[in-house]
């Protein structure tokens, strides 16, 4: 089954898709994007994902004549067309190919990218769990737009490794926690699930969303609210979640060690009786 990837209008092997040096996605990261997958191969979420999407354009005051409705029977043709058991479907949108210059260019279209590979499977790291470690925060102040310029997350998700560990979460000089480098924030604390509020140094997670809306579902509180490195640390239990991994336990912060729970892999289980089955 083949990897692969349509760009303004047209389907091709993942390998043979290209795109111009002078596309402002290479250049300035001047590019927003999103990531699908599918549970029994159907996409999930899509209707949050694409409003998610659209948000980051307008953010980014990229002009388009993109619609949802354009948008979904592509994603599902990609799908179909490469014929995974589950699919991975990553979506991008930069403000298109110009010379090289930071104003805003005109009369220049966007240029759409989609990719469609296999699904990792992600098992092994939810049963096993995973180790952290936290650095200071020291990305732009939008994180709330899903921007290509990702530069701080390769670096702090390089440090973890170089730590001995898998992950990095940022940590405002406040000590608040923000997220990991690709992942939402959850810990749980006397019997509450917790994780930090929406606004501008999170991307507010799709799965996010409906973990709380699952954890919600099998009887346990759950808040959004500031949450502190201290009590990350102090956690009965804590997990990240993401659209690839969904959700996996943290056993360790910066060499502390946090007990695995009952509460995490029944919040998991609640999630996928709603939404994944």
């Not at 999930?44 to 694409?50: I, M, P, R, V």
């Not at 490469?82 to 005109?106: D, M, N, W």
């Not at 056993?251 to 289980?269: M, N, S």
């Amino acid at each position: 089954m083949p990897e692969i990837a349509y760009i303004n209008g047209k389907f091709m092997p993942l390998e043979q898709a290209t795109v111009s040096v002078e596309d402002r996605g290479y250049q300035f990261a001047d590019a927003v994007y999103e990531v699908v997958r599918t549970y029994c191969g159907r996409p999930f979420a899509l209707d949050e994902h694409l409003a998610r999407l659209f948000r980051s354009l307008a953010a980014i005051q990229l002009e388009h004549s993109f619609t949802a409705d354009n948008l979904k029977p592509l994603i599902v043709e990609a799908i179909q067309r490469a014929g995974f058991p589950e699919t991975l479907v990553y979506l991008q949108i930069s403000r298109g190919v110009a010379k090289r210059h930071r104003g805003f260019p005109t009369g220049h279209e966007p240029v759409f990218v989609l990719t469609a590979r296999a699904l990792p499977d992600t098992r092994h790291i939810r049963e096993k769990g995973i180790t952290v470690i936290t650095v200071p925060d020291n990305r732009w102040g939008r994180c709330d737009i899903k921007s290509v310029g990702l530069l701080a997350n390769v670096l702090a998700h390089h440090a973890a490794h170089q730590a001995g560990a898998n992950d990095a979460v940022f940590v405002e000089a406040d000590g608040a926690i923000a997220e990991a480098t690709a992942a939402n924030v959850f810990i749980i604390h006397n019997g509450t699930l917790l994780t930090p509020p929406e606004g501008p140094k999170i991307l507010s997670g799709i799965t996010r969303g409906k973990i709380l809306e699952a954890a919600r579902a099998a009887g346990i509180a759950a808040a959004e609210r500031r949450v502190t490195k201290v009590e990350l640390l102090g956690a009965d239990e804590a997990f990240l979640s993401s659209t690839t991994a969904e959700v996996v336990p943290i056993l360790a912060v910066d060499g502390h060690k946090i007990g695995a729970g009952p509460l995490a892999p029944r919040i998991y289980d609640q999630f996928i009786k709603m939404f994944a089955s």
